[in-house]
DNA sequence: CTATAATCGGAAGAGGAGTTCCGGTTCTGC
DNA sequence: GCAGAACCGGAACTCCTCTTCCGATTATAG
């Protein structure tokens, strides 16, 4: 995962062909498990699904975190393809709602990647990816056109998704589609019509 | 906590006296480590802060559990009270947006209770405490003066108040009140002015 | 003041989940 | 085909935190 196919580092030797097998099960096996339980998934679990004994999995991955982080380099490696792919369509604010769209559907579809939404390991990925500075460039332009509000800021992006991972988690009201509702509100909330200034203190 | 002075239900005859002023230290006690360390919190800690033992921390509240309920309680409880306020308050707009900036603050104001706003516990907290009803009519009363879209349910208020407890537990990106920007785009979302139809499904 | 029942304290118990370890097994290079 | 390195499996270990237990202590009634 987060590297092309072999799933080794360049400067490393090969792995061993049973071992290579081994680690995709694990990382499929990971991503299973983690969607369906998310963060509670657990490495026996986890191993059992893969084939393997938890020995096998360590061998690997040297903590659960680290197979998180799998997981999470994943996703930022998804949202930056969506970031090209939103920057190549001209219309300023359907390219950035797009994104935003597309990145939620995305975290949605993985339990672990909305609880985690809150934690610093998932910023670092986002730089990682390049993240930033397409976001910017998506925003900048849609300010420019007018079509947004002008004091929303890039960093207002990972917040917004980070409320919706909680709302994904959410159960009764609204069902499971209760993040649509909400991104939905949100985004008009950006737009440039009838807003007012944004609230910063009490 | 939840009930008057006496702290006690009224048919059971009162504690004895040490016993009440144990009861009284650990609730406080359990306020301020949920406060600081969210439901990470520890019982032994807690005790120590109380002043006494883990046994009696148990011998006056079953489980965790149960203290977490407690201030769940409480914080309905205010709810419900900043509720009524606003209700007594005409401005059709101005008393609903007052009422979620009130609620947000104390949302924040403990670890514990941002934490636990997914949790099925807090649904039934508000059920408890009436709250439904009430906010049923702050919306209908905006709503009716044509100054919030038509389409938001009373249920969307949890769900926002879910949302933001994720932001208020957020580190970097914003500072500590990032979740004001949130609260305030949000609420821009909720107005009449130049909303769209919300979006339900892909 | 004394008897007694309620209460206290904190050491020990219980259970769960991540991680380690190492004898046995399986590849790979020669 | 063989030797040796690399790898596997899963039982055992560790750590952590909630919860229980019971002898010692303290408040209240008579």
Redesign the pocket.
């Known amino acids: 995962m987060s590297s092309p196919p072999p799933t080794t580092a360049p400067t490393e030797r090969p ?5 290579q097998r ?1 680690r995709d099960s694990i990382l499929a096996a990971a991503r299973e498990a983690f969607a369906e339980a998310g963060l509670d998934a ?3 679990d986890l191993a059992r699904r893969a ?6 999995v ?2 690997h991955f ?4 680290a197979l998180v982080g799998a997981l999470v380099d994943d996703y930022f490696a998804g949202l930056a393809t969506e970031a090209e792919r939103a920057l190549e369509d001209e219309a300023p604010w359907d390219s950035f709602e797009g994104f935003m769209w597309r990145a939620a559907e995305r975290l949605g579809a993985n339990r672990a990647l909305s609880e985690v939404t809150a934690d610093g390991q998932m910023r670092e990925g986002a730089v990682r990816a390049g993240l930033d500075r397409m976001l910017g460039e998506l925003i900048g332009r849609a300010q420019r056109a007018g079509v947004m509000r002008p004091d929303v800021s890039p960093d207002d992006v990972p917040m917004i998704m980070c409320s919706l991972g909680r709302v994904q988690l959410l159960g009764a009201p609204g069902g499971p589609d209760a993040w649509r509702r909400h991104l939905s509100i949100m985004l008009d909330g950006l737009r440039a019509t009838g807003a007012r200034p944004l609230r910063r203190s009490p």
């Open positions: 792995l061993r062909a049973d071992a081994n657990q490495m026996e084939g393997v004994g938890v020995g096998t360590y061998r040297p903590t659960k975190e």
